[in-house]
């Protein structure tokens, strides 16, 4: 269902907040019982204040695995301990399983390099160690790091620190675009029926459901973006979008029936006991769609842009089952 709308923009809208801090103080461990590798670490990386290595004995990796470094690098020559089991009990420690290790070592035997590797290392480095090439090294496995944890485990997509670059981006290009913002309905309500696995499947059909949809338009300089939770954002060129939205919530219509039971659907809701204990209905899952026309000079910045969608996205959300809004104003009061 399409709604049409216009709103009133608040007089006073907020500026620019405080820019997002890329430059987080990233800890490293660097495993050694001799504290030969930590003071050649800290000489190595003096200028780079954004990273804080930590040294840590081999008795002390049960402590210190109870936090989650950026990065471990063991200096294998400098431990009184089997680096292969090592390796392994880093890897099975449920906070560490993706935490990045590099191995330094002079013993370089293919068969010894393997085995190491084989634990899910993702470096073995051999001594003597050029230091330029540690340097990088570790900077390109953190900066790497830094960008994966950015986006959505679940749905693999960019998060808000893509976003909020993508919008400032296609801003200072003084582009025509239209941005997009997604969010399920009654989405709680599921996830109290059917639980968490299979709230996280929608979330990952939705997002399926928004990529297809956004490629098979035939658009070409397109994003798409997880926000968080049940909430996304597509940023599309052009200022045309409405037979996007239109096939989006068509698919997600449709197929979106699986997720539930047949009973479910036949009844056309579903019950959930509130905390008094009363039974209440719910309309099956469905989509909202908020659109904001972003033509050349009716915004100066992203906060604008947000506060618009916000407001376009409520009036969408509405209206009973999935429906789009979209606001084509072309001027702002600031």
């Known amino acids: 269902m399409k709604v049409s709308s216009l709103f009133v923009y608040n007089e006073n809208v907020k500026k620019e907040t405080k820019k997002e801090d890329d430059n987080m103080v990233q800890e490293i461990y660097i495993i050694d019982d001799d504290d030969s590798s930590i003071l050649i670490f800290r000489e190595l990386f003096r200028n780079d204040p954004e990273y804080k290595f930590i040294s840590v004995k081999t008795n002390q990796i049960d402590i210190a695995l109870k936090n989650i470094p950026s990065l471990i690098v063991i200096n294998e020559d400098a431990i009184d301990r089997d680096v292969v089991e090592l390796c392994k009990k880093i890897r099975k420690d449920e906070d560490n399983t993706i935490t990045p290790v590099i191995v330094v070592s002079s013993k370089a035997g293919k068969d010894h390099r393997v085995k ?21 090294t570790v900077k390109n496995l953190s900066r790497l790091l830094a960008s994966n944890r950015r986006v959505s485990p679940l749905t693999g997509l960019p998060g808000n620190v893509q976003i909020h670059a993508e919008l400032k981006k296609r801003l200072s290009r003084k582009e025509d675009f239209s941005v997009l913002y997604l969010d399920l309905d009654n989405f709680k309500a599921y996830n109290d029926v059917y639980g968490f696995l299979k709230g996280d499947q929608i979330i990952e059909f939705t997002a399926d459901t928004i990529v297809k949809s956004v490629h098979s338009d035939e658009l070409d300089n397109y994003f798409v973006g997880h926000i968080g939770g049940d909430d996304f954002v597509a940023i599309v060129p052009g200022t045309n979008c409405e037979k996007l939205c239109q096939n989006i919530l068509t698919h997600f219509d449709r197929e979106v029936k699986k997720y539930f039971t047949e009973e479910d659907i036949e009844k056309g809701y579903i019950e959930v006991e509130n905390r008094k204990g009363i039974i209440e209905q719910f309309p099956l899952t469905s989509l909202s769609i908020g659109v904001v026309v972003v033509d050349e000079g009716r915004f100066h910045n992203i906060l604008e842009i947000g506060e618009v969608g916000a407001q376009v996205k409520h009036a969408a959300k509405s209206v009973m089952g999935s429906s789009y809004a979209i606001d084509k104003r072309k001027e702002i009061t600031v």
């Open 116 to 136: 190491i590797l084989q634990e899910s290392v993702e470096y073995f480095i051999k001594k003597p160690v050029d230091e330029q090439y540690l340097y990088y």
